[in-house]
């Protein structure tokens, strides 16, 4: 087994990454409440240190040998830059606008309130040594438990609605309108974190330059063939995913300003689609399995359970009770805020996403990382066993405009 090289150790991790999760979806057939992307990012943290490497330390540590785990994230980064990428593109701001009063009502409610519950629970994580990251200050730690609480992962939530059929219906485009709103506060809150104001300078640098190159490449992208704007797309992901990382920010930040600077109407919707599930088929899993790697229970497994149950609790009573005030505000049917509340308590990837950056950047430690993952998973399984019968009794609501 020792004489085996780099790339064929490699390899055997990838065999891992995508036999185990598609086994244990396929054959348990666990599709109504945990769809593959759920399962993949299960398995990532089954195969992480805390459980496959407490149980077999000396075969996990052959397997995810520093050689192979630095191969599987250079992988990670570039699928998850183009997965954020696209949810970049995807953003629907123009209908946002034209029903800008409704929208603002219900994305700030079901981001605020749900940030303002995050922000207590983190306040009383706090209270206790190993939650707060080394190089976070106090309204940073504060600020990203609430943000995590407080996401709607855009990209899951297409897919969730796509299998229960609802994403063409008129609440589907609704609800797509308020989780670009939510989108783009997410994205904005992050980038107010990761603030570095002994590097502010580069980071307005930065900002600028993307504003002035931004608009010359909407003027080109306007004027070339659709098949070279995918290439120039991808050279522009490249561009900002380095000019954000080099002037502190962090690349997931330069791929969703990337993509959110470019219309969605440029490129053909169902090759659009198709990408979006290629990146998630081929490489996503690697990412779900880099991040698993991270994950640490040394405050305990009790206590990152109970942390991951607490912050549950904050997002989805939260974002619940977000929904039913701009439900009251808004004049909705009965039941509607509740279907609108759950759909939007989808997390997964864009959470994990999220949690992956603040522990890049020091300010949590890999112990609410974990808290957090479990938080993500546990939401985003709720919804489909949640809504499908709600569902089969609101049809009237489905079918009806806004």
């Known amino acids: 087994m020792q004489s085996m090289s780099t790339t064929e150790v490699f390899l055997v991790a990838m065999l891992i990454i995508f036999t185990v999760p598609y086994l244990i979806w396929r054959l348990a057939r666990t599709d109504y409440f945990a769809p593959l992307v759920v399962v993949q990012i299960i398995t990532g943290i089954l195969l992480g240190p805390g459980v496959l490497g407490a ?39 123009h209908q946002a606008w034209e029903h800008r009063k409704e929208s603002g009502i219900t994305a700030g409610l079901a981001l605020g309130v749900p940030l303002a519950f995050g922000s207590v629970a983190a306040t009383a994580m706090l209270m206790y040594p190993g939650w707060i990251g080394p190089k976070a200050l106090t309204w940073q ?88 704007r995918w290439y120039c797309g991808l050279i522009w992901l490249a561009v900002c995913g380095l000019g954000a990382d080099w002037s502190g920010l962090h690349y997931m930040v330069g791929a969703f300003l990337a993509g959110a600077s470019m219309d969605s109407d ?32 040394r405050v305990g497994g009790a206590a990152v359970f109970v942390a991951a149950a607490v912050l549950l609790v904050a997002s989805v009573i939260g974002k619940l009770i977000g929904t039913h005030i701009a439900g009251k505000i808004l ?48 939401s985003t399984m709720l919804t489909v066993p949640v809504v499908t019968p709600k569902l089969a009794r609101m049809k009237e609501i489905v079918f009806r405009s806004r």
């Open 55 to 93: 149980a077999f330390p000396d075969y996990h540590q052959f397997v995810f040998n520093p050689a192979v785990i630095q191969s599987l994230n250079g992988v990670a980064w570039w699928g998850v830059m183009v997965f954020v990428w696209i949810a970049g593109i995807e953003l629907d701001l």
């Open 331 to 378: 004049k909705w049917q009965p039941g509607e805020a509740s279907l609108i509340g759950w759909l939007l308590q989808t997390k997964a990837l864009i959470m994990i996403i999220f949690a992956n950056v603040l522990l890049d950047k020091q300010l949590i430690t890999s112990e609410t990382f974990t808290a957090l993952l479990l938080m993500a998973v546990a």
């Open 141 to 228: 730690f504060v600020l990203g438990i609430g943000m995590a609480c407080a996401v709607t992962a855009l990209p899951i939530l297409i897919l969730l609605m796509e299998k229960i059929e609802i994403l063409r219906q008129p609440i589907g485009q609704r609800i797509l309108r308020y989780a670009s709103v939510d989108d783009i506060l997410i994205w904005g809150v992050l980038a107010l974190i990761l603030m570095d104001w002994e590097r502010v300078g580069r980071q307005l640098g930065f900002l600028l330059a993307f504003l002035v190159v931004g608009y010359a490449l909407r003027k080109l992208m306007r004027r070339i063939p659709e098949r070279d």
């Open 266 to 297: 440029w490129f053909d919707q169902q090759q659009m689609d198709a990408l979006r599930g290629h990146v998630l088929l081929v490489v996503m899993p690697v990412f779900f399995l880099s991040t698993g790697l991270r994950t640490d229970w």
